[in-house]
């Protein structure tokens, strides 16, 4: 029966291959050959920085990379195994035939596994291929790298599996699986952030850099030895080698078979009717339609925490940019000695940030509606109210949020008042573009995928607006000089100049600093306003000639 499912399986897999359009397959194919391209420079440095370390330095560094990979593949793979464990369609039929449910399961681990736990076993295997050749590895490093990263991958999404099941026992299904999606996101953010480290400590100038030795309780501690003894030829390499497959054997196989044993259970209690609670049926106050648009948005982003991981590059490259920033040893890095100079750099930062990833959070404004959508069509309202509460919703959560960090930041570092109050309209304005953006996007090119959820909005209106958007960086290049040139020549007049890439006007008149300050609030505001309405008129254009019948596309 395990062939009957392989065959069944393979040509499900090379018929969606087939089914794909060909300007996806180019996509893939390109990005296949864009990763080998990148493998190899990476590499390369790899193998440069183990120059840097020291052995036991070095050694760490591979127990916690090794531990960091397993949790990644771990986390990552679960949005995917909770899909093939609950949500596919054939599974109630596959579970009525006279199939062994391990063979069943058999073939859902493979079809997991072979995602992204097998991509990343490919990039390790290749990377460690590169630094091998170029570090002068013995021949027994490769292998024994080889049959650890597959070992690896293997728990991993075995483990992957065995959390979902867990997660559907202490919680109903619709939010295990948003925890999932969740824990994903975290995770891969957690290991971009941990991919810094490098940047960070390697500031000073030190020709050897040393890391505290890993504890040795942890897990991947043999798995970092048997490397070390194979790149080395030791003979103990074999030995060490041997012992973590079996290792890894012995506890893939024991995960695989706790999991098999309790999947149809979990199945059963995932695909069990919700029990909806007994509502208030008093009517509510009544509301202007854009109001209650906007209400409902942010009742739909509230009870799913999904959709907030639609700011997870908002948030990457943020942080990014500031531990890059922080961490630089520049005097205008320093937010507590430098305030004005650490305040101007970073509103820099945030118009990247904002216009780039903000964006794709209000995009998915008519994608969320997902199974609903029909009620656009019967709602007696009309597609500019639709809009109009869309963008009031996605500007009012991420312009309050802001809001929030920009006052928070005006606590901690003792911002002067008018540099808040200069940071607060530069944020909101960009903000609103970024909402108005989004909203223009989702009603222009928004989509919704029975398949696959999470894609809102067609790939070519994904690139037109990230292109567009990139513009509007350049166009509030200007209002953003004035507004931070006349905040630090204001400080620099009350305590002096400070360190700063922005000419300081501190010799001006303080009527022509005012002027100044004063001109960038009003091109920021009137930009903003320009931009939001001719994206909010060409999206209640879209929405009127086309309704939202093309979500089903």
Known sequence: MIKTLWY??????????EALPSGRKVL?????ALALFIMIPFGLGAAAAGNVFSPESLRAVIVYLMLSTLAVITFVTMPRTFQLLFGSKDIEFLFTLPVPSRHLFAMQFFTGWAGFPLLSFLLLTGLSIIIGAVSGAHVLFYPAATLLFFGLSVLGAGLSFLLNLFLVYILPAHRAQQLTTIISFISAALFILASQTPNIVMQNDSTSLTIEEAPEWLPTQPVAAALFASFQGEGSGVVYTAACLGALAVASLGVLWFAEKHYMSSWQRATEPVKNKIKSTRPGEARSVPYAIAFKEWRAVQRNPKEWTTCFTFALILILMFINFFSSGSALA???????SAWSSVHVMLGPAILLGLQQFAAAAFGREGESRWMLRVLPVTPRQIVLGKFLAHWIMTGMTLAGLELLAFLVFGWNIILFFAGLVLTLSLTAVAAAS???AGASGGTYDEKNPQKRVRFDTGVISFFLNMLYLLLFFIPAWMLLSAGLSLQAKWSGPEPAFLPLWNTAPWQWITLLGAGGILSASGLALLLVYLHLRHGTKELTERGVDYLDA
């Open 8 to 17: 069944y399986q393979k040509t499900t897999m090379r018929h969606q291959y």
């Open 28 to 32: 893939y194919i390109t990005l296949i």
């Open 334 to 340: 320093s937010p507590w000695a430098n305030p004005a």
């Open 438 to 440: 989004g909203i223009w």
